[in-house]
């Protein structure tokens, strides 16, 4: 008679099961991590100083740019077009040591001209005490939709103050796809019940950095402390690879711009590979800590174009926040002020959202 396999053994085998698939996960991501080939432009052939010039520092050769917050501002800049859809994409590189209450962000938005019904495509950086990780959120509005926000949040699986790491964001009329050097993170795919909650008009490109102490770090408790400015955040390999357009003229799409939207949908980023799908379950399963999905306080019916996936869902509790961790005090941001304005107190006053320490 046979003998049945010891629990020691299963055990080995279970483990060596666990490994196998951490390899095959890390060659994937491998695989779709390394950057897009992408043709990049100079700062000033596609960005202006959206506020604080004397805070912007360029390099020699006009590829790069330096966003420096210290005691007396923030700064910013934004994209000298609007864009009809695109692909959007900077390498930066944060400032290191001691970033509580410092905000990094690199996103699209029209609020400047549609200021009750605005859309917006955010990656933000939420600075952190000394010791402590970065953490970064995602957000999409579409028709002044801020009274449901769609956030996410994570941590990275690197130190990005230590080099410079691509952030990439895909918007076409069908989808949005965030990315991190290549690695897809987010997907949202637009659907009829979305309505016009879908980001549609065009958009500029900013980036800014500025002190939100009031809420960025364990929700106001931990102040940007200015006996370590400049904080500065590095900018370079700059990609608007979209249609630029007049945001308020309504006329049918032009022929460039009817051919600029297929050759973006037929673009490698506009499709995840399956190698790119187990990278993504890789980063969601291990370094998302919030979803609006899995809010079911927040949201008692996820919104539309939700896709429950089980084994993210079995992380989080019903307030979205992972399982077997402390609950960090709720943190309200206030709404991003216009964002053409040139002061500061502009750029203070954000919109409402959450973060975690």
Not at 48 to 64: E, V, W, Y
Not at 258 to 263: E, P, Q, R, S, T
Not at 328 to 352: F, L
Request: overall charge positive; aromatic content about 14%.
């Amino acid at each position: 008679m046979d003998r049945l396999p010891s629990s020691t053994m299963i055990l080995h085998l279970s483990l060596l099961l666990l490994l196998l698939r951490s390899i095959m996960i890390s060659v994937s991501v491998a695989a779709v991590g390394s950057p897009f080939n992408l043709s990049t432009i100079a700062f000033d052939d596609a960005y202006t100083p959206l506020f604080a010039d004397f805070n912007i520092r360029r390099s020699p050769d006009g590829r790069s740019a330096n966003l420096v917050l210290n005691r007396f501002a923030g700064s910013g800049f934004i994209s000298s077009k609007y864009y009809d859809y695109g692909f959007f994409s900077a390498k930066i590189k944060l400032p290191a040591d001691y970033t509580a209450g410092v905000v990094v962000a690199f996103y699209a938005s029209n609020g400047d001209v549609f200021d009750k019904n605005h859309d917006e495509l955010d990656i933000e950086f939420l600075g952190n005490i000394k010791g402590k990780p970065w953490r970064f959120q995602t957000n999409v509005y579409g028709n002044g939709s801020t009274s449901r926000g769609r956030e996410e949040r994570y941590k990275l699986w690197f130190d990005p103050s230590k080099d410079f790491h691509q952030y990439s964001i895909l918007w076409t009329s069908k989808k949005i796809i965030f990315y991190v050097d290549g690695v897809p993170i987010r997907e949202v795919v637009r659907n009829e019940a979305m309505g016009s909650d879908y980001p549609s008009k065009p958009m500029s490109i900013y980036a800014t950095i500025w002190d939100a102490s009031n809420w960025a770090t364990d929700g106001g408790r931990y102040s940007v402390r200015y006996q370590y400015e400049p904080f500065v955040s590095e900018f370079t390999d700059f990609t608007l690879d979209g249609c630029a357009v007049n945001p308020l003229e309504q006329l049918p799409d032009s022929v460039g711009c009817l051919k600029k939207k297929a050759d973006l949908e037929a673009a490698d980023y506009a499709k995840i590979t399956p190698d790119g799908r187990m990278a993504m379950k890789w980063f969601r399963e291990r370094y998302m800590y919030y979803s609006y999905c899995y809010d079911t306080v927040r949201y008692p019916k996820p919104p539309p174009e939700c896709v429950i996936v089980l084994t993210e869902q079995a992380r989080f509790q019903e307030s979205g926040r992972l399982r077997f961790e402390a609950i960090p005090r709720r943190q309200h941001r206030r709404r991003r002020g216009r964002a053409r304005q040139s002061t500061a107190k502009a750029v203070y006053g954000r919109r409402q959202a959450d973060s975690d320490m």
